[in-house]
């Protein structure tokens, strides 16, 4: 089926948004070079402004009142101001190319990876100071930051590999094998497990943080190609690229619990999932139809989809 006609079905499909819903969904456009702002109240687009090339993933700042984006086709990180709506300036990241994963830390640093490059930058508390940490593995493309902020673990797609990177001794500690092509990744929310998805081997590795061995595996959807951990740690979720749809799994038991359905088809495009604060909803990137999925992760249904810029596909909310 055509990607147009999948995008006409699901929309008339999906049911008006509700009243409810709190912030402002913030989405980097990689297809138009944009960032939108979507109001969750109203479920309506209310800016969209330039951005660097190729935007991927996003960062709130821990005040909640700023937003760095990365310009994936380059080598430089956008900050906005979210009231205004407006770019108030750009990090240059020199010699470090392509950064894509990324993490606003409460004290004020900023951790990205800078794929091209075969390393991580870690942006001091200025935004200015920039310090590369070499991984010396390919294409390292997801980043999780542990909540002592001691550690980064990285996701490397070619090298089948998670990095675990010290960050206060700026070294790298160990490459954890992560399967074929380990994609996305996700720490509970103790940062005593680090979940890895392999996006072709259509399971989910899961590590032990402290010893840095692997504690168990769970087969999952086709192509998981992200995951997160929600804030009580009960439940993780892949999104799986392959067959539009969800796989929710008991942390506890690592079994999966539920499959939530949604295009059903990988024209869809679906890629960046984003739980809200307190996890009661999850907001999905279909980047081949330009929208944004909501879930009522209380029940398992589809909400309604967001307007989302050309392949909309970084995702973060701001209060």
Do not use: C
């Amino acid at each position: 089926m055509p990607v147009s006609a999948i995008a006409a079905l699901l929309l008339a499909a999906a049911p008006p948004l509700p009243d409810g819903s709190a912030g402002t969904l913030l989405i980097g456009n990689k297809g138009e070079d944009s960032i939108s702002f979507v109001d969750l109240a109203t479920g309506r687009e209310v800016a969209r402004r330039d951005t660097g090339k190729n935007p991927h993933e996003i960062a709130i700042s821990p005040d909640g009142k700023r937003a760095a984006l990365v310009a994936y086709g380059g080598n430089s990180i956008d900050l906005f101001d979210i009231a205004s709506r407006e770019k108030t300036g750009t990090i240059d990241l020199g010699a470090n190319q392509a950064p894509h994963g990324i993490v606003w830390l409460k004290d004020g640093r900023i951790v990205a990876t800078t794929e091209k490059s075969d390393t991580i930058v870690v942006v001091g508390a200025d935004l200015k100071t920039v310090t590369a940490i070499p991984t010396g593995q390919k294409a390292s493309h997801m980043v999780a930051v542990s909540p002592d902020a001691a550690r980064a673990y990285v996701a490397n797609m070619q090298s089948g590999s998670a990095s675990v990177i010290d960050l206060k001794a700026g070294r790298k500690i160990a490459d954890l094998p992560a399967g074929k092509e380990p994609e996305g990744l996700a720490l509970t929310p103790d940062g005593g497990q680090l979940w890895v998805a392999d996006r072709q081997g259509d399971v989910v590795r899961v590590f032990d943080t402290k010893s840095l061995k692997p504690v168990g595996e769970v087969a999952v959807g086709k192509n998981p190609i992200r995951i997160v951990v929600t804030p009580d740690g009960r439940t993780a979720i892949t999104s799986n690229l392959g067959g539009g749809d969800l796989s929710l799994i008991d942390v506890a038991s690592r079994k999966v619990t539920r499959t939530i359905t949604l295009s059903g088809q990988q024209g869809a495009g679906q890629v960046t999932i984003l739980l809200n604060a307190d996890g009661s909803r999850l907001y999905v990137a279909e980047t081949g139809i330009d929208r944004i999925a909501e879930i009522d992760l209380f029940t398992g249904k589809l909400i309604g989809r967001l307007p989302a810029g050309k392949n909309g596909d970084g995702l973060a909310i701001a209060p």
